[in-house]
């Protein structure tokens, strides 16, 4: 199993920009890797992935405003975050998957506050 830090989290005034990182303990170049997010009282949501070859996708709520990224040489997933809302309030998390599948364990996230 591959395990999971995220950080770069924090407390943003809505408009704002942050950079979530995502550092894995073990090559996950061959494989799908998104981030997640999770608000109380919702499901946990793929927001960003990203895969094997570099094509992304994104949900509808974040295009054109959410960026993911990989860098393979540092087993690390990025999420850039331009023009936060205060809906992307969440805990966010990075993991790999198959489909709807996850495959590793869910690490700490990283908490994001949009507020002014």
């Known amino acids: 199993q591959v395990h999971f830090v995220e950080s770069g989290g924090g407390l943003v005034q809505p408009g704002g920009s942050l950079r979530l990182s995502c550092g894995a303990s073990?090559?996950?170049?061959?494989?799908?890797a998104g981030w997640y997010r999770q608000s109380p009282g919702k499901q946990r949501e793929l927001v960003a992935g990203?895969?094997?070859?570099?094509?992304?996708n994104y949900a509808d709520s974040v295009k054109g405003r959410f960026s993911i990224s990989r860098d393979n040489a540092k087993n690390t997933v990025y999420l850039q975050m331009n023009s936060l809302k205060p809906e992307d309030t969440a805990v966010y998390y990075c993991n790999t998957y198959i489909g709807k599948v996850q495959l590793s364990p869910w690490g700490q996230g990283t908490q994001v506050t949009v507020s002014s």
């Open positions: 990203i895969s094997s070859t570099g094509s992304t």
């Open positions: 073990r090559s996950i170049n061959s494989i799908n």
